[in-house]
Structure formats: structure tokens, C-alpha cells
């Protein structure tokens, strides 16, 4: 069973955090509009054997299962406390931690998964990439993806919701992606690839061996 890792974060933003993504449900999500894609960009993007994984941002563990292989050893790092109570599995860990700050050696995980979750009010993007690099091992693979539309009355609306504006943004996620890319390529990471899906940008980079 995995265990419950716990470090002091903001009391406010852990508290925001756990309110609004405790039960949050896939389902409702514009992902499974395209999941069909989304498994078959990641499939191509990681390798087929890994070791140990992590996803920052990961809830409870549900985008593990867009893996086409199951690691050695998962983590899911999260600051809902609530979701990450239903983190389930025998080599699966959850990890109550900020982005920006994870409780790992340097050079420790073959692949970091950032799935909507560096793009947000919560985080800075940058220092969650370079805290991503820090725990990546040399050849290890990042994916981030930027969210780029979601569901509204049942239908996908494109964009991100743009807090400033009090709106959905659609310039908002491709400058987001340039911004990631630019981060990237600053940060020494090559093999940079950007797949644009209906709802998501994944990008995709390898760390300099």
C-alpha cells in the first residue's frame, strides 16, 4: 500500500488546492475526448522499460493509467491531501509536496509527468522545470502539457481561463508554450517536441546526458 508523506506548505494554497481538486473527476474533464490520442502521444514519447516515475500535480493517481507500461515504482505528488488519499496500488507512492519543492535526490526518476499542472495561478512555471530537471536522471524524460480548452455546458471551449481577464484566453496557452519551450532549451534540455491535441499541448524533452 502506498504511504502518505506529508511537508508544511502554504496554509492557503494547500487549503484551495484541496477544495477544489479533492474529487475531481475525469470524467467531467475534455480529456477523455481525446484519450485515444493523448495514450498514443505519451506511448511515443517515454521509453518502454522505467524504472521509477513520478507525476507532479498528479491528483490520485488516475493519469498513471496513460502509461503504456507500468514502472517499477510510481510516484504521485500532489498538495490535495484529500485526493491523494486515493492514491491506490502496491508500487505506487503519494507525496504531499509543492512543485517547487520535492523531496527527491538529485538524478532520481526516469521520467517526470507534469500534466496541466505547471501552467497555473498555483505555480511558477520555471522553478517547477528546473525542480523537474534537478530529479530527473541524465536521458530521463520530461513531458509538461499546457491546458488548451475544457469543457462548458458540455462543450470543448478553447483557451485557458485567464484569472486577470475573467475569461477564456486563446493566445493565453500557445504563450504559455513558448514560454516552456524557451525554458527548456535555458535549461540545457534537448529533443524538445511540442504535439498539439484538442484540448492539451504536450511537450515533450529529453535531459542532456
Known amino acids: 500500500m502506498p504511504w502518505f508523506k506529508k511537508q508544511p ?29 493523448f495514450r ?28 503504456p507500461s507500468k514502472p517499477t515504482h510510481t510516484y504521485i505528488n500532489d498538495l490535495a491531501a484529500g485526493a491523494l488519499k486515493k492514491v491506490k496500488g502496491n508500487t505506487v507512492t503519494a507525496i504531499y509536496a509543492n512543485a517547487e519543492h520535492l523531496p527527491f535526490i538529485d538524478k532520481y526518476f526516469d521520467c517526470v509527468f507534469g500534466f ?47 484569472y486577470a481577464k475573467g475569461d477564456f484566453d486563446t493566445a493565453l496557452p500557445l504563450a504559455y508554450q513558448k514560454k ?5 532549451k535555458s535549461l540545457g534540455f534537448k529533443n524538445i517536441h511540442v504535439s498539439k491535441l484538442p484540448a492539451e499541448i504536450v511537450i515533450s524533452a529529453t535531459k542532456a546526458r
Open 116 to 162: 496541466r499542472v505547471f501552467f497555473s495561478t498555483h505555480t511558477d512555471y520555471r522553478a517547477c522545470l528546473k525542480e523537474s530537471k534537478r530529479i530527473l536522471k541524465s536521458g530521463g524524460t520530461l513531458v509538461a502539457t499546457v491546458p488548451n480548452g475544457c469543457l462548458v455546458n458540455g462543450k470543448l471551449v478553447t483557451g485557458m481561463f485567464n
Open 40 to 67: 498514443m502521444v505519451i506511448k511515443n514519447l517515454v521509453p518502454k522499460k522505467m524504472d521509477r516515475v513520478i507525476f507532479v500535480g498528479g491528483n490520485d493517481g488516475h493519469e498513471a493509467s496513460y502509461l
Open 180 to 184: 516552456c519551450v524557451g525554458t527548456l
Open 9 to 37: 506548505v502554504a496554509k492557503k494554497l494547500a487549503e484551495s488546492l484541496n477544495q477544489k481538486y479533492e474529487n475531481f473527476d475525469v470524467v467531467q474533464s475534455s480529456r477523455p475526448l481525446y484519450s485515444k490520442q
